[in-house]
């Protein structure tokens, strides 16, 4: 039971180039989420999926686009990297978005940098 | 909108020192309430929860009690080790027509170095 898997753990990109941030997760679990952390900033939400099928803007998604794959995949896309993305970045899966299932599992997180 | 205010840190505390890191929140209703912790180099993990007012949440020797009346939810600790250094999140799902659901809203962390 590897829990909430992410790829790559490091990444550096120049401005303009491509990239996307792969998360799995082998819980089972309906609510995917990525996240971004910043000094200073605490976590904020990018995306979510509630569930399969569906995704939803969070607090700060210009930039990136999201792709739920299937029950287990959730990918973060960034089209044209700037260099206000170098960030950390998490994904993070629940059993569900109430209460009672909201504990939130975290991956490693990806280190990006845009130069 | 609702909003969680946490202590700035850092916090710098000797081994076996008392801890409190403090949390207030701005919310309707009756949202739920948690603390997740980052160990260097890691995501978060959840530390403890509480889910109604006057709950009171506990793991791994860490307390928060959900007060309702001063909508703060502190986290405590009798005695840190230097195990426990890390970065403390406070968190709420907001409450929402047939309960509390939606988004964890985070603060911006407290940053704890416990020295030996």
């Known amino acids: 039971n590897a829990g909430v898997t992410q790829t790559p753990k490091f990444q550096v990109l120049k401005t303009g180039q491509s990239m996307t941030l792969q998360c799995a997760q082998d819980?089972?679990?309906?609510?995917m989420y990525w996240y971004r952390q910043d000094p200073g900033m605490g976590l904020r939400l990018i995306y979510y999926?509630?569930?399969?099928?569906?995704?939803d803007k969070g607090e700060v998604p210009n930039g990136y686009n999201v792709s739920r794959l299937n029950k287990r995949e959730f990918s973060l896309r960034l089209e044209s990297a700037a260099p206000s993305q170098t960030s950390v970045y998490f994904c993070?899966?629940?059993?569900?978005?109430?209460?009672?299932?909201?504990?939130?599992?975290f991956g490693p997180g990806t280190r990006l940098t845009v130069l | 909108g609702d909003s969680v205010t946490q202590m700035e840190g850092p916090v710098t505390l000797s081994e076996e020192a008392f801890l409190t890191i403090n949390c207030t929140y701005t919310?309707?209703?009756?949202?739920?309430l948690f603390w997740y912790v980052q160990y260097p180099g890691e995501g978060l993990q959840l530390l403890l929860k509480a889910t109604k007012a006057d709950d009171k949440g506990s793991n791994k020797g860490f307390e928060a009690t959900y007060r309702k009346e001063t909508t703060s939810f502190h986290l405590e600790k009798g005695s840190v080790q230097v195990s426990d250094s890390a970065v403390y999140f406070c968190?709420?799902?907001?409450?929402?027509?047939?309960?509390?659901?939606?988004?964890?809203?985070f603060g911006k962390g407290t940053k704890l170095s416990v020295k030996p």
């Open positions: 919310a309707t209703g009756y949202p739920s």
């Open positions: 819980m089972n679990h309906n609510s």
């Open positions: 999926s509630a569930s399969e099928g569906t995704t």
């Open positions: 968190a709420l799902l907001p409450m929402n027509y047939g309960g509390s659901q939606g988004n964890l809203i």
């Open positions: 993070a899966s629940s059993e569900a978005r109430t209460s009672k299932g909201n504990e939130q599992f």
